[in-house]
Each structure stands twice: as structure tokens, then as C-alpha cells.
């Protein structure tokens, strides 16, 4: 089975050549990103389980420069499983700039969403209050 591969500025499904048919991007910039960054560039992905892994291991990985990129993620998708994903990987990451978004969706929205914003705030505020060693 062959590989398919994705432009990663605009994720249009591209060959083997070194610039993207759709966009022009020069495939090649990318090379040298980090894997993080190609994390946070996924949760732009079209394809539904991508967003969803790169989320969910962003949050393991504790991505402070994740943050942004998915309370906008959250925010913007209409998708609860990818919305969910996002909340709970914000509270993993653990920053408090993420606890007006997850306020809001703690109250709006589906209610696995809701869930995982409370949950989510929860672990926020544990870490805001935990003792600094």
C-alpha cells in the first residue's frame, strides 16, 4: 500500500514533487521543524483523527507553545470529539490563559465538552494552588 502524502500548509493530498500543486508551499521548509511543531501544524488537519492524536499528545508532551493553537482549535470546531480532545489537553498542559475558554466551555456546548472543561479547570487550578517546591 502506498504512502499518501499532505501538503503541511494547506493539507491537500500532493505526489512525490517538492512544491505543493494547490498552494504552492515549498514542501521542503518543513523539513526542519520540530516535532511539536508539526503537532500544532496537524490540529489544522482535515482528516478528523489527526487533530485528535496530535492534541491528545500534545497534551502528554505538556506544550506550552500548544496552548494557543488549541483553545483556537477548541473554539473553532464544531466536531465535540475534537473539541474534547483540545479541552483536555489544555488542562494537561496546565496553563492558566486557557481557563476563560475552558469556563465558557464548561457551560456551552456538548456535554462530553462540557465534562472535560470542568475537568479540565480542575486540574488548573490544582496546579495554581499545589505548594512550589
Same mark, same amino acid.
Given at each position: ?7 503541511p500548509?494547506c493539507?491537500?493530498?500532493?505526489g ?11 514542501l521542503c ?13 496537524a490540529?489544522?488537519h +482535515?482528516? /478528523?483523527?489527526?487533530?485528535?492524536r #496530535?492534541?491528545?499528545?500534545? %497534551? =502528554? ?5 500548544? $496552548?494557543?493553537?488549541l483553545?483556537?482549535?477548541?473554539e473553532?470546531? +464544531?466536531? /465535540?470529539?475534537?473539541?474534547?480532545? #483540545?479541552?483536555?489537553?489544555l %488542562? =494537561?498542559?496546565g496553563?492558566?490563559?486557557a $481557563?476563560p ?6 457551560r456551552?456546548g456538548?456535554?462530553?465538552v462540557r465534562?472535560a ?8 487550578r ?5 505548594p512550589?517546591?
Open positions: 500500500m502506498p504512502l499518501t502524502y499532505f501538503c500548509s493539507w491537500k493530498e500532493v512525490i514533487g517538492s512544491t505543493c500543486p494547490r498552494c504552492g508551499a515549498d521548509d518543513f523539513a526542519g521543524e520540530t516535532y511539536e511543531q508539526k503537532l500544532i501544524r490540529l489544522r +482535515s482528516e /478528523p483523527t489527526v487533530p485528535i #496530535a492534541a491528545a499528545i500534545l %497534551g =502528554k508532551l505538556g506544550s506550552r507553545a500548544a $496552548v494557543e493553537p483553545i483556537e482549535l477548541a473553532s470546531t +464544531s466536531d /465535540p470529539y475534537i473539541q474534547e480532545v #483540545a479541552v483536555e489537553a %488542562g =494537561k498542559v496553563e492558566p490563559q $481557563v475558554c475552558l469556563e465558557r466551555l464548561s456551552e456538548p456535554l462530553r465534562s472543561a470542568k475537568q479540565a479547570l480542575k486540574a488548573i490544582g496546579l495554581a494552588n499545589a512550589q517546591e
